[in-house]
């Protein structure tokens, strides 16, 4: 009953627990119980065979014998492998007793003999004790004493090798019948103090079943007390567990809360302290920008006042191959002082996130020649040869105004730092499946070690210490390292003091799928 009380348990377990409890009220003889119980099985239960048997049984207790006839003929056309123990000496003999009860005795008469030959060949006692006795009722009951008396008495003998105190106290109530039938009263006698004698064991030992019964009981409920104290208990310590539980979690949730604001306000004052600094180094950066960009502004201006100067000098006294040379060093100071504030004006959009970028697909021969265009007055003023060898199938991805400034930068650098009569090479390897390497190679100045891991750190700016008279600020370096990094593209460079520099710049290329 407990099972079935607790929540909705699947159909087979449902099934076994009303058969279990069916079962148990059919023995204490609670049949209208019994019934409901095994009426609550489903069909396709799998000792649905054995409650048809249990029903039939019910039925002949309650002597509906027509209604246990039908259950037991059932049972009686199973194949035997579906009787899952049940014997059909029972089926038999109960069938048997229900047509003896309808007083059809030539059908009762042939059951019960079928019976009695299993119980025979089966060699049980106690069955046979039942079935002798209700074979001589079988005669009796149609006045055939002779037939009747001999089962009576194997009954009896029987009966003295079982302890069912029912069965030797109807065996031995019998025998005293027939002797009083028989005139001997002397043996009725007998038979009637054995028959009380038994009815008393009997009822003994159904008073220590019924103390055994009520000591079970009282046991029973104070192992009931015991639980509800013991439930009691438990809850009594579920409570304070609970109640340490929660207050583990609050403390643990304020903790926690607690931690994450310490590490919000933390990670808040890093962020501080590292804008700051960025803030810092910027100023710094700026102030260093515009005391060495208002320098040469101021070179480059003086310059050109001194040179106009003596323009005007040789203007007036007429010196024509003077002032060629004059107008082409104008023309390289102005070039190179309109690239510096070009420059400037461009790294000031890339700190504020002002420029416009497009990536598109350029043909970097092309692009090159546009670039070199503009610098042939200057190649020509130093006496510089110009190579690009750059295939024109190279096909780049980049913006094109960010490369024509990266473009620039590195001719305008390659043209400055190189002697007269020098040579500027720019050409293209395609050694990497992602990356097109331009080079723009001269054999200049060069540089030191410690001025080239300069230049490729990020944000450095240089002081004008080695060749004064030519080394810019490195903002046009730093201008070109952004502008390379946000087309996706990597810088490098090698130098050699004396011998000349090559700057490596990859840029990513067009993709055949592309």
Request: proline share 1%; charged share 25%.
């Amino acid at each position: 009953m407990k099972q079935l009380s607790v929540g909705k348990q699947p159909e087979k377990i449902q099934n076994f627990c009303h058969f279990f409890r069916g079962f148990g009220f059919k023995e204490k003889k609670l049949f209208k119980e019994s019934k409901k119980e095994f009426q609550l099985i489903t069909t396709d239960f799998q000792f649905h065979n054995h409650i048809q048997m249990f029903l039939g049984e019910i039925a002949l207790e309650e002597k509906r014998f027509n209604e246990a006839v039908n259950y037991f003929t059932e049972i009686e056309q199973l194949h035997p492998n579906l009787l899952l123990g049940i014997k059909k000496s029972s089926v038999k003999h109960n069938l048997g007793l229900c047509y003896l009860h309808l007083e059809k005795y030539d059908t009762a008469e042939r059951y019960l003999r079928e019976g009695l030959q299993l119980e025979e060949a089966q060699n049980d006692t106690v069955a046979l004790v039942g079935t002798y006795g209700d074979m001589a009722t079988l005669y009796y009951d149609q006045y055939k004493d002779k037939l009747a008396i001999p089962y009576f008495e194997k009954a009896y003998q029987l009966s003295k090798k079982v302890k069912n105190y029912q069965l030797k106290q109807n065996a031995a109530l019998n025998m005293a019948v027939v002797e009083e039938n028989r005139n001997d009263y002397a043996k009725a006698l007998t038979y009637r103090k054995e028959y009380e004698q038994w009815k008393d064991s009997l009822n003994d030992q159904n008073k220590v079943w019924e103390v055994a019964e009520l000591e079970k009981q009282f046991t029973v409920k104070q192992k009931q007390k015991e639980v509800s104290l013991l439930k009691a208990e438990n809850k009594i310590k579920i409570a304070e567990r609970n109640g340490l539980l929660y207050s583990a979690i609050v403390l643990f949730v304020l903790l926690g809360t607690a931690v994450y604001f310490y590490r919000e306000k933390t990670k808040k004052n890093k962020i501080i302290s590292a804008q700051k600094e960025a803030l810092s180094e910027l100023n710094a950066t700026k102030d260093k920008l515009f005391s060495i960009v208002s320098h040469d502004l101021r070179s480059a201006v003086n310059a050109m006042k001194i040179s106009n100067a003596r323009l005007l000098e040789n203007v007036a006294a007429k010196n024509l191959d003077e002032l060629d040379s004059l107008l082409q060093r104008n023309s390289a100071i102005a070039n190179s002082t309109y690239n510096l504030l070009d420059n400037l004006l461009h790294w000031a959009l890339l700190q504020t996130k002002q420029s416009y970028f497009e990536i598109t697909t350029i043909r970097l021969y092309h692009c090159v020649e546009q670039m070199v265009y503009n610098y042939r007055p200057l190649l020509f003023e130093k006496n510089l040869v110009f190579e690009n060898t750059i295939s024109r199938n190279d096909i780049v991805c980049a913006d094109q105004e960010s490369l024509k400034i990266i473009l620039r930068n590195f001719i305008d650098n390659a043209i400055k730092f190189s002697k007269e009569n020098g040579i500027i090479k720019m050409y293209t390897q395609n050694t990497d499946e992602k990356y097109c390497t331009l080079l723009i190679e001269d054999n200049g100045i060069g540089m030191s070690t410690a001025l080239q891991t300069a230049l490729l750190q990020e944000t450095r700016l240089l002081s004008k210490t080695d060749n004064e008279a030519i080394s810019g600020t490195g903002l046009g370096m730093q201008l070109c390292k952004s502008l390379i990094q946000k087309n996706g593209g990597k810088l490098d460079l090698k130098s050699e003091v004396g011998k000349g520099t090559k700057i490596i710049v990859s840029l990513i290329k067009k993709q055949p799928n592309g």
